[in-house]
């Protein structure tokens, strides 16, 4: 039987989803399992020379230390047992499409597929940026969950098991997704914003772009960075709170994400 877990981030009001158990393969047929000579952490053809890859390269531009490295570093272990690879693709899992972008693990071939939908790759870079690392926390939950100890990139977490099956008896064992994501919006949320603003911050365009508009009141970085690491997480608890507790900042999120990031011209390029 092929055990699937799964995360889909369909959209910026947050998650849903869950564990499959069935007959669900993988959608881009791989086969190969662990007889596959793969590197731990790949990228599919389908991934190669687009936007993604190379908005990939920048978030992963601070070598060791960057935020995906340190998520990433685990899976490139040799005593790994789990590989990664990152596909570009139109994503219709179960018969729904994905927006932005999903995160399998199957059991079976102990592979983490991230997928990014093409559609995401018409949005400005620093959304791809924010799919990119958002499914890159699912992998690592991934494989702190099913192999331990080795993914410890973004700090020591000694009581990781216990504090994680905790999140899972209060959000569902059944809806991995919804411990993730309430794991995520908890922990790591600092995280989140960094990886962020190392991408911003090795990226021209956007140095460029918040050179012309640092006069502008509503422009703060730090905000904005927060506001979209808050992105696919606010279904959760933590949002819940955070959103009743400092009203004044989620305007400014919410501001920030539709006038800077979504509409007033983000720079779309990456190169
Ligand atoms: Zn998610």
Same mark, same amino acid.
């Given at each position: 039987?092929?055990?699937?877990?799964?995360?889909?981030?369909?959209?910026?009001?947050?998650?849903?989803?869950?564990?499959?158990?069935?007959?669900?393969?993988?959608?881009?047929?791989?086969?190969?399992?662990?007889?596959?000579?793969?590197?731990?952490?790949?990228?599919?053809?389908?991934?190669?020379?687009?936007?993604?890859?190379?908005?990939?390269?920048?978030?992963?531009?601070?070598?060791?230390?960057?935020?995906?490295?340190?998520?990433?570093?685990?899976?490139?272990?040799?005593?790994?047992?789990?590989?990664?690879?990152?596909?570009?693709?139109?994503?219709?899992?179960?018969?729904?499409?994905?927006?932005?972008?999903?995160?399998?693990?199957?059991?079976?071939?102990?592979?983490?597929?991230?997928?990014?939908?093409?559609?995401?790759?018409?949005?400005?870079?620093?959304?791809?940026?924010?799919?990119?690392?958002?499914?890159?926390?699912?992998?690592?939950?991934?494989?702190?969950?099913?192999?331990? +100890?080795?993914?410890?990139?973004?700090?020591? =977490?000694?009581?990781?098991?216990?504090?994680? &099956? $905790?999140? *899972? @008896? %209060?959000?569902?064992?059944?809806?991995?997704?919804?411990?993730?994501?309430?794991?995520?919006?908890?922990?790591?949320?600092?995280?989140?914003?960094?990886?962020?603003?190392?991408?911003?911050?090795?990226?021209?365009?956007?140095?460029?772009?918040?050179?012309?508009?640092?006069?502008?009141?509503?422009?703060?970085?730090?905000?904005?960075?927060?506001?979209? +690491?808050?992105?696919?997480?606010?279904?959760? =608890?933590?949002?819940?709170?955070?959103?009743? &507790? $400092?009203? *004044? @900042? %989620?305007?400014?999120?919410?501001?920030?994400?539709?006038?800077?990031?979504?509409?007033?011209?983000?720079?779309?390029?990456?190169?």
């Amino acid at each position: 039987m092929i055990h699937e877990s799964f995360d889909r981030e369909n959209d910026e009001t947050g998650g849903w989803g869950g564990s499959i158990h069935g007959d669900i393969s993988n959608p881009f047929g791989g086969g190969g399992g662990l007889l596959s000579p793969l590197p731990k952490v790949d990228e599919d053809k389908s991934w190669e020379n687009t936007k993604a890859d190379c908005v990939k390269q920048k978030l992963e531009a601070g070598g060791a230390n960057s935020i995906l490295n340190n998520l990433l570093a685990g899976f490139k272990l040799n005593s790994s047992v789990i590989d990664v690879k990152f596909y570009v693709s139109n994503i219709d899992y179960r018969g729904k499409k994905v927006k932005n972008g999903m995160c399998v693990y199957n059991q079976t071939t102990k592979k983490v597929y991230i997928y990014l939908s093409e559609n995401r790759l018409n949005k400005s870079s620093l959304e791809v940026a924010r799919t990119i690392l958002h499914e890159s926390f699912h992998a690592y939950l991934y494989g702190k969950i099913h192999d331990g +100890a080795i993914h410890n990139g973004l700090a020591p =977490d000694p009581d990781f098991v216990t504090d994680f &099956n $905790n999140y *899972a @008896k %209060v959000y569902g064992k059944g809806s991995s997704n919804s411990a993730q994501h309430n794991y995520m919006a908890t922990m790591y949320i600092r995280y989140m914003k960094e990886g962020l603003k190392e991408f911003f911050n090795s990226d021209p365009h956007y140095m460029e772009y918040a050179s012309n508009n640092s006069s502008d009141d509503r422009w703060n970085l730090d905000s904005m960075f927060e506001g979209l +690491a808050w992105g696919g997480l606010r279904g959760t =608890d933590s949002w819940k709170d955070f959103k009743l &507790n $400092n009203p *004044a @900042k %989620v305007n400014d999120f919410n501001l920030q994400l539709s006038y800077f990031v979504n509409s007033y011209g983000f720079p779309k390029d990456c190169d």
